[in-house]
């Protein structure tokens, strides 16, 4: 693995340090005064698929992982969509020895809250996200969700009301942020990713490109949006592993103002 570009405020990252990794990948200050920052983490073949079979496993690799794991754990919480943790078997979020004593300092649970957001509320609520959490799990929802099935929610996970009839996800943010977790990771699928995006809410998109082309019907990793304006980024890092491409772009102009109103579904 050998860092191409590298961030001008941040030292080159060692691929054998986690620590220098973690360096690069750092949130910016402004989570520190109450400001959300939400990053997205996704993978795609060199013909823009985003999944392979069905799943984002099949592009994966193993620097890929490694990458994943130390964006997981700058993370106070990862945002989700139910689709996703429907196909993909989500998980809680765990503890790592290695960033135990970093997240402390920085006033962080041990590991990051999972944040599911749903419209139907179609989830197993046996899985091992809401059973054996370190952290309890979050359910983000309408309020025109059906009554029965938010109780049972309530009931194994943290819920937030967010808009009716779909998501609002500005709403969402903001009231992750009023929980003190600002430091945000969007895991998608490509769907939440899209409405994320849409709502104007994303600051920074971190993109691992598998080289592979794979064609078929898979959709990119952001599906089914109808974007306002075109979103400029700017390429603050880049990082080759046997041809697999691990890229960090920030957005060119920031959105000026914090998360108001504005809605999405999932």
Not at 103 to 108: E, M
Not at 238 to 263: C, D, M, N, S, V
């Amino acid at each position: 693995m050998q860092q191409l570009i590298t961030p001008l405020d941040r030292p080159a990252a060692d691929p054998a340090s986690l620590e220098s990794l973690a360096a690069v990948y750092a949130y910016p200050d402004q989570v520190n005064h109450g400001r959300p920052w939400l990053r997205a983490n996704m993978v795609a073949g060199l013909d823009g698929g985003a999944k392979l079979d069905g799943l984002s496993e099949g592009l994966s690799s193993q620097a890929d992982k490694r990458i994943f794991g130390v964006l997981r754990a700058l993370a106070d919480v990862v945002l989700v969509g139910a689709e996703t943790v429907r196909a993909e078997g989500y998980r809680p979020g765990r503890a790592r020895a290695d960033f135990a004593a970093a997240r402390k300092a920085a006033g962080q649970a041990p590991a990051p809250v999972i944040a599911v957001v749903t419209r139907s509320l179609e989830l197993d609520l046996t899985a091992p996200l809401f059973t054996e959490p370190l952290v309890r799990t979050v359910v983000i929802t309408t309020g025109d969700a059906p009554e029965e099935r938010r109780a049972a929610v309530a009931g194994v996970a943290d819920l937030i009301v967010a808009g009716r009839g779909s998501v609002d996800l500005r709403a969402a943010v903001a009231a992750l942020a009023e929980r003190g977790w600002t430091r945000l990771l969007s895991e998608g699928g490509p769907r939440l990713l899209g409405q994320l995006a849409a709502a104007d809410l994303l600051d920074e998109l971190c993109l691992s490109l598998a080289p592979l082309i794979t064609g078929g019907g898979a959709p990119r990793i952001i599906h089914d949006a109808e974007m306002p304006d075109v979103q400029q980024m700017r390429l603050v890092s880049l990082i080759e592993q046997k041809g697999f491409l691990f890229t960090r772009y920030l957005r060119l102009h920031p959105h000026p103002a914090p998360p108001g109103p504005g809605t999405a579904g999932a």
